[in-house]
Structure formats: C-alpha cells, structure tokens
C-alpha cells in the first residue's frame, strides 16, 4: 500500500461544475497537506496549505482535512476550462515541510 | 519577488554520463529540496539542503548529489545515468525552519537514451 493514494483519473466535468478531488493516507504522523496544481510543462503551484484536521476556504477553492479518517478533500465551486490541470496531493511531518509525500496526482478536464 | 528558476529546461544524455541541473531560490529563502517526477507519477523526495548542508534524504542511490551555495542558489548532479533516471527533475525552496510550504521552479526535463 502506497503512503499516500489518489482518486484515479482523468476526471472531465462541463464548466460550472463543482469538482471534487480526493486522497487517502497511511500515516497517521502527516500534520501537514497541500493540494498543489500542475499545468502541462509546468511545475507544481501550491493552492491550498492546511494544517490538521478542519476546512481552509480560498475563493473557488475549499481544502478539507478528516484526521482521523486520514482523508483529504478539494472542492472546486465553478469550475473553469483554466483549471484544467493536473492536481496533485501532498502531505508532510511535523518540521519536515522539505520532504513532501505526493499522491500520483489526477487530470482534470473542465469543458466550455 | 523572484520565483524559483531552474535551468536547463530539458536535456538529452546517453546512458552512463554526468548530468549537473541548476536551480535559483525564491528570493529570501533558504533550503532548497529537490525532486523526481516521473512520467504521470507524483514527485519524489530525493534530498533537501540547509545552510549549505544535506539535511534530509529520500531514496535514492549516491550517484544522486547536490550542492548549496551561499546564495542559497543549489545544484544536483546525477552521475553514472540510467535509463529510468528520465524524468522531470524538480527544485523547491522555502523557508528554513520545518513549516513553510514548498514552492517549485518549472523544472528540468532530462531524457536519457
């Protein structure tokens, strides 16, 4: 079992949709997670940062930690054909914010 | 504010060379981490450095390693290249202290035949 899983993909919605994106952990240890965005060619751009367990709102977008179900979750409210990306999740110990474990990451196509 | 700038952008070497990849820090940070992504895959830790220090290892073989600067500028040089060390190799920088977040350069395409 890998530490850190990701809801397979690709995932297309048509424009207006809420999206919903999901990753599961292992290690009970992660205080730390991320949800960052891959554009094609591109590094990885961080989104969300969140610490423990409850909910960070950023305009379209919500992060949500369930620490004890060990299950994250991004919402994305009206989704748009620019957020057509790949999304990546990542979470991380206490002090150790440099070594991140990643999910496999899932491709979002958003339809005009 | 400058981001974090890598260079080259893609590479083409033959099994069994040197590589050496370059990476600038986000303007006032101060540890800078490297990554491997392959193809469709996420990210994977290889090291981080400190103060000019290796300070952190994921799992990879010695022939991967790096360098900081006092710039806190850094390098990563893979020796003795295999062909599954193709990839996406990604910087990262942040500042030092264990609970800032992670922010990426474009990264280095490296293909190995």
């Known amino acids: 079992q890998k530490e850190v899983e990701q809801d397979p993909g690709p995932l297309s919605v048509p424009e207006g949709a809420i999206v919903s994106l999901n990753c599961t952990y292992s290690n009970s240890a992660f205080q730390y997670f991320m949800w960052y965005r891959q554009y094609s060619r591109k590094g990885p751009e961080l989104l969300m940062y969140?610490?423990?367990?409850g909910n960070k709102e950023d305009g379209r977008f919500t992060a949500q930690v369930d620490k004890s179900s060990k299950y994250i979750s991004l919402f994305i409210r009206d989704s748009q054909p620019s957020d057509s990306a790949t999304y990546l999740c990542?979470?991380?110990?206490?002090?150790?914010?440099?070594?991140?474990?990643f999910g496999k990451g899932i491709t979002l196509s958003v339809r005009p | 504010e400058t981001g974090v700038t890598q260079s080259p952008t893609h590479l083409i070497k033959t099994r069994g060379q040197q590589v050496t990849l370059r990476c600038s820090s986000q303007s006032g940070h101060n540890t800078v981490s490297w990554y491997q992504q392959a193809l469709g895959q996420g990210p994977q830790f290889i090291f981080q450095?400190?103060?000019?220090?290796?300070?952190g290892r994921g799992n990879f073989p010695p022939r991967f390693s790096g360098l900081q600067f006092p710039n806190y500028s850094s390098e990563l040089n893979v020796n003795a290249l295999e062909l599954d060390d193709s990839a996406l190799y990604l910087c990262?920088?942040?500042?030092?202290?264990?609970?800032?977040?992670?922010?990426f350069g474009n990264g280095t395409r490296l293909t190995v035949t």
């Open positions: 990542a979470m991380s110990l206490p002090g150790a914010n440099s070594k991140l474990t």
């Open positions: 990262a920088s942040s500042l030092g202290g264990g609970n800032s977040p992670l922010h």
């Open positions: 969140t610490y423990s367990s």
């Open positions: 450095y400190y103060r000019e220090e290796e300070n």
